[in-house]
């Protein structure tokens, strides 16, 4: 019953910013870590970043200042702003929460497709 969707993907050029966003709906009693993941074709999917519910953040280093992600827990809702884009971060992201329904369990979302172009 837990659902999440992915927004925000597209393509853009070297240098331009997207900012992705994810809405986790359903029978929830409470969410504690989210994060973004990436998978490019031929490579396994790779953790972006993760935000605490009190805010603690947490990123892969390919991304350390370029990236920000956030989340609003009254919506239910996490966000990744992407600056500086460059060709290899290009992928499909997905958005991961951790969701208590009866007890906590990991979910995910179908992706949304980034595309950097040089």
């Known amino acids: 019953q837990v659902q999440l969707v992915e927004s925000g993907g597209g393509l853009v050029q070297a240098g331009g910013s997207l900012r992705l966003a994810c809405t986790v709906s359903?029978?929830?009693?409470?969410?504690?870590?989210m994060g973004w993941y990436r998978q490019a074709p031929g490579k396994q999917r790779a953790l972006v970043a993760t935000i605490l519910r009190g805010g603690t953040s947490n990123y892969a280093d390919s991304v350390k200042g370029r990236f920000t992600i956030s989340r609003d827990n009254a919506k239910n809702t996490v966000s990744l702003q992407m600056n500086s884009l460059k060709p290899e971060d290009t992928g499909v992201y997905y958005c991961n929460a951790n969701v208590a329904v009866s007890t906590y369990r990991d979910y995910w979302g179908q992706g949304t497709q980034v595309t950097v172009s040089s």
């Open positions: 359903g029978s929830i009693f409470s969410i504690g870590r």
